[in-house]
């Protein structure tokens, strides 16, 4: 389970993962994106962006929402229900193991793996498998669910 301590931490690192994981899918690279921003910003800002390692001012987010058309209570919506009931995924482990990331090396053979067995190309992992890939992986499951953000959804709440 997620410590309340991790939270914020957690929250803003999938903050910056999924606006990551925006910008790939629209086909910016973050050289493009810093320049559309007003005032401009350079690559390594937006990757400190992405990473969490540097805040975004309110300004700041709606406008790279708004570049990445994706209203910012949606991003910020998913983002606090992964944190809130971070208890089930659906993982997308095609395109995991095709990512070239090298902070996923010990993921992309699992994924494999798994996606040759899988006709959808997606599985859901409860709780207890996210503690254990993460013990598996010595990673901590904030770390796991930072690394896992671009391939995931959220499962339907009901």
Not at 14 to 42: C, I, N, T
Not at 74 to 101: C, T
Not at 105 to 115: F, H, P, Q, S
């Amino acid at each position: 389970m997620t410590r309340a301590s991790e939270r914020p931490a957690l929250f803003d690192r999938l903050v910056g993962a999924q606006l990551k994981a925006l910008r790939r899918q629209r086909g910016l690279g973050r050289v493009e994106l810093g320049q559309s921003l007003q005032p401009p910003v350079v690559e390594k800002t937006v990757a400190q962006y992405e990473r969490a390692e540097r805040t975004l001012s309110l300004r700041r987010f709606a406008q790279i929402c708004s570049r990445l058309d994706v209203a910012p209570h949606e991003l910020l919506d998913l983002a606090q229900r992964h944190v809130a009931s971070a208890s089930s995924i659906v993982l997308r482990v095609a395109d995991l193991a095709h990512s070239r990331a090298p902070e996923l090396e010990g993921l992309r053979a699992w994924a494999a793996e798994l996606a040759e067995v899988l006709p959808t190309g997606v599985c859901q992992l409860n709780q207890d498998q996210l503690e254990s890939i993460s013990a598996r992986m010595g990673l901590s499951l904030p770390e796991l669910m930072h690394r896992l953000a671009p391939f995931t959804q959220l499962t339907p709440t009901r």
